[in-house]
């Protein structure tokens, strides 16, 4: 049996807010601090899983969307903060 299809909703949200709004304001940041970041802000959210992404689609309506979207912001700011203050990740300015 293939359970590969199974995955969860946020992990998609979270790596396309990172890549679309952190990465182009963070440029100092290296891969290993962004991958902590959305490990983070994902062990903050709750698990929502799910098999294909266009069921979630269907499933969704406009407030609970915008809902999960505030979510996400803030947990990956919120992993921003945190993350950033580990001494491996300062940046020497």
Excluded: W
């Excluded at 890549?19 to 290296?30: F, L, M, S, Y």
């Excluded at 609970?64 to 996400?72: A, L, T, Y």
């Excluded at 912001?73 to 020497?92: H, Q, T, V, W």
């Amino acid at each position: 049996m293939d359970f590969t299809s199974i995955h969860n909703y946020y992990e998609h949200l979270v790596i396309d807010y990172i890549q679309t709004k952190v990465i182009p304001e963070t440029e100092h940041r290296d891969e290993e601090f962004l991958l902590d970041v959305a490990c983070y802000a994902l062990s903050k959210l709750p698990a929502r899983y799910m098999r294909h992404e266009i069921d979630m689609a269907f499933y969704l309506d406009s407030k609970e969307r915008d809902k999960i979207s505030h979510e996400v912001e803030k947990s990956i700011k919120d992993a921003l903060k945190y993350i950033g203050k580990n001494n491996r990740y300062k940046i020497n300015e």
